[in-house]
């Protein structure tokens, strides 16, 4: 196109209502992102913009200094400002505050997160029309300083407040105007979900800020000297809303070295632990945030299981362990109430997902363990040292979940399969070593291998001594079946 055309296209947009110009902004936004017609969307927003928010004249260029040369400084800005806008650092810088409270998750939230996902589409509102001079403002600071530049900061803060007030305008409890049209221009409804939790934070920086740097590193067990400190903390009128205490709860959490501890706060306010005064304080909500970051952790678990992720599933144990102790023996829950119920709910995913993983071990360990007779063996065959250590990992798994079985509803399960696997092992370890000292002579390297898997499995359910004296076993029957064969 010639510069005639970009005028034509100028004039043509800057009639459109102003409606329409928004809608045209947000759809070829969304087709940069998504890769398709880059070049005319990149041309068409380019002249919007200029048609939607007109550029103030640039000041008078300075004589020409040979030293500085002016031209290629004003042709970088712009490249500069697009390829950070490009880049994603403009909305990260922007909503850094967010950043704690901030959850991949797709599905329902729990109080205290924001969707990950729905900071693009406020990012984009606010250059169209939330905040599209302080927009602005921010964008041009972006390009021309670092991000942690003082000029930054300040556009920033300016560009944070505006955010807050236009989205507290929008979704606030004094809201006016037309707002389903407003909102749908925003994105979809999950986005909007997030869109008064985004202005609540951003509203209250200072404030979570002060209580960030009030909190120790890290808060090894919530007792009641730490208690006492964390409530003097958060005794701040702004957070203290029921709106703002389930953020000011998950900052808390972040530095409980045992999260599930935080329903403490709720027990210690209501001065007891029966669940009916618990949750008629405004720090009932902490038994909320806690349960629903278990079943969080549980699914965390359930999809660990099912793509055979065993190595911290340890870890993970442990922390369901401890929260539904915690839960079960701080709180007195009824089963009943919608609390002892999600409990409930809780402990029965759990247990569903170890029981069934539980339950398959000893067939495998039976399938690379069993006997075979010598013309069912094929020449060259072995037992395959990738499904040895996959099979390893889950008998650490139940020897793992041995730890934790009671409070998770797995020990019946787990002390049965546990007892089988070492008696079965055991035997056929032996009678693997004795099946050494004879045998068909094609059938000895699958022999072989069955034997290491053994010794492998043996070192997990007795430990290495065990291993290490069924290892000079098998060495020994080698040994003799060598000499055999020399002697005959």
């Not at 409804?189 to 939790?197: A, N, R």
């Not at 709860?249 to 209501?270: D, F, G, N, Y």
């Amino acid at each position: 196109m010639g510069q005639t055309a970009h005028e034509r296209l100028r004039e043509y947009l800057g009639q459109l209502p102003p409606n329409a110009q928004s809608l045209l902004m947000r759809e070829f936004e969304r087709a940069i992102e998504r890769g398709q017609d880059v070049a005319v969307a990149t041309l068409v927003l380019e002249q919007l913009r200029k048609v939607v928010r007109p550029v103030a004249p640039a000041a008078p260029a300075p004589s020409a200094d040979p030293a500085r040369p002016q031209p290629a400084i004003e042709i970088a800005r712009p490249q500069a400002r697009e390829e950070r806008r490009q880049s994603g650092d403009g909305p990260r810088r922007l909503f850094r505050p967010l950043d704690p409270f901030l959850t991949d998750s797709t599905g329902p939230l729990r109080p205290g997160q924001i969707r990950r996902a729905s900071l693009l589409p406020v990012w984009q509102w606010l250059g169209r029309e939330g905040a599209p001079e302080r927009y602005a403002e921010f964008e041009a600071a972006m390009a021309v300083s670092s991000d942690s530049s003082r000029e930054v900061e300040m556009a920033a803060r300016k560009l944070q407040r505006a955010a807050a007030d236009a989205l507290m305008n929008l979704v606030g409890p004094n809201a006016t105007g037309d707002r389903q049209r407003a909102l749908a221009r925003i994105g979809a409804p999950s986005v909007i979900e997030d869109l008064l939790p985004i202005g609540l934070v951003l509203q209250n920086r200072e404030a979570l800020d002060g209580l960030n740097g009030r909190l120790p590193g890290i808060i090894r067990v919530l007792g009641d000297s730490q208690i006492a400190s964390v409530t003097e903390a958060i005794n701040v009128p702004s957070l203290q809303t029921p709106s703002m205490l389930p953020f000011a709860l998950s900052l808390v959490m972040q530095r409980l070295a045992a999260p599930w501890q935080i329903i403490r706060l709720a027990t210690k306010i209501a001065a007891s632990d029966d669940e009916i005064r618990v949750a008629a304080t405004p720090f009932g909500v902490a038994v909320t945030i806690a349960l629903n970051d278990l079943a969080g952790l549980a699914s965390v678990l359930r999809a660990d299981i099912r793509r055979g992720h065993f190595s911290n599933l340890g870890d993970t144990l442990k922390t369901l362990h401890d929260g539904v102790r915690g839960l079960r023996t701080e709180l007195d829950l009824r089963s009943e109430s919608n609390w002892g119920k999600q409990l409930t709910a809780i402990r029965a995913d759990i247990s569903n997902a170890l029981q069934s993983e539980i339950d398959s071990v000893p067939g495998r360990v039976r399938r690379i363990l069993r006997q075979r007779a010598d013309k069912d063996i094929p020449a060259g065959a072995g037992v395959d040292g990738s499904e040895v250590e996959e099979v390893a990992a889950l008998i650490e798994f139940v020897a793992v979940c041995r730890n934790y079985a009671s409070e998770l509803a797995i020990n019946e399960v787990t002390l049965r399969t546990y007892s089988d696997l070492q008696q079965y092992v055991e035997k056929a370890t032996e009678a693997l070593v004795q099946s050494l000292r004879s045998g068909d002579a094609r059938a000895r390297a699958y022999r072989q291998s069955q034997v290491s898997a053994a010794i492998r499995f043996c070192h997990v359910l007795f430990g290495n001594d065990y291993a290490q004296l069924m290892s000079r076993a098998a060495e020994n029957a080698m040994n003799g079946e060598r000499k055999s064969s020399r002697a005959g």
